[in-house]
């Protein structure tokens, strides 16, 4: 399938500059491409995923993806849908979290083998030497304020701030400008991709190279995920869903995409996912017959997990997602039992209530909240609806002791099918 009918297909195409001229590029020889992303932080996070996916498709398409890390424009901040300024970082941060992003990037592009490999740069290597007359003499003479001003970026960021837009972050358009233009002149790159609120960037550049060296140039637009509710695709409200392990472990992202609505999930499944788009339309047809079964839910998690942490993160997490649904908890190991004791309510017990004849089932499940009374309790026991480390209990005379402890310190309540609590010893 050729590369802009598959992006198509996945409603990966929100502004492009010329289809056909595009298209007919495309056909012709592979493209050298790029994608930017500032290190705001020392990880991207998932709202990133849509570039470097996008790059990656291009890639598998026989295409010449580079990565930008923005160590240059990270230092501004791009105005494009934020409503005040960033925080400015100073120089050791930002080299600190380009380093960080380089590594994350590896993950999903394949920079080493094959005739197309990617290219990682940095706009910092070729911004940092220009001084304030040079740029303003070879690239500001190229734009006027008026146009500027019109683009989306600006104006909406004029309109709706905070505080008004600083001359700092007006510049930012010039800066991406710059870099397609010289990536164009330097390494061929003749497409620039982002998100749809990136086109005014985009489109800077294809100006600037018109301008300058008289040569078209090409820019593409893919939407911006957002939940259901129309917030910010990869906010919870913990925060963001980084990519770095050490921010989020592969369990809770691997849960970040499970706990994706059914209205959405399957826009996702096309849009982020490198699944082959004919599973994708099978994993559809029976999502809408059982959308109980959450099969659309596993497969993007799955698919997303594998690909930015890897097949072994990835079994750990669903064997851990499992457990939250009944499943055995033989062999999940201890770091892993960690993560789901932070999902579930928790109730701490003196380890020594446990010693002994231990404590009563009945009573620790009024403790924890699980059951309102003693009565109740023993009700839920004798109809079969609470499970002590996920398996079925029976008899109300049941008591808790230390050999049912989990790595020494956890024991997992449930009633029913959904209600947990986590008992802690200490």
Known sequence: MKILDE????????????????????????????????????SLHVGHLMGQVTLRRFQLAGHHPIPLAGGATGSIGDPSGKTSERPLLTREVLEHNVACIKEQLRRILDFESGPNPARLVDNAVWTTSLTYLDFLRDIGKHFTVNVMVAKESVRARMEEGVGGLSYAEFSYMLLQAHDFYHLFRTLGCELQIGGSDHWGNITSGIDLIRRKLGQGAHGLTFPLLTKADGSKF?????G????????????????????????????NLRMLSLLPLEEIEVIEA????????????????????DLVHGKDATREAARASEVLFGGSLEGVPEATFDEIAGEVPRYEVDTARMNGSGASLVELLVDAGLCPSKGRARQDIEGGGVYLNNVRQGAV??????EDLLFGRY???RKGKKNYVMVVAR
Not at 286 to 305: D, G, K, V
């Open 240 to 267: 963001a869903v980084w990519l770095d392990p050490r921010k989020t472990s592969p369990y809770r992202f691997y849960q970040f995409f499970i706990q994706i609505d059914d209205a959405t999930v399957m826009q």
């Open 234 to 238: 990869g906010k919870t409200e913990s």
């Open 7 to 42: 992006l198509n297909r996945r409603g990966l195409i929100a502004g492009c500059t010329d289809p056909t001229k595009l298209a007919a590029r495309l056909g012709a020889e592979p493209i050298t491409l790029y994608c930017g992303f500032d290190p705001t932080a020392d």
């Open 397 to 402: 005379t049941r008591s808790i002791t230390t």
């Open 286 to 305: 029976r999502h809408h017959e059982r959308p109980e079964t959450h099969e659309a839910q596993r497969s993007l998690a799955e698919a997303m997990t």
């Open 411 to 413: 024991v997992l309540l």
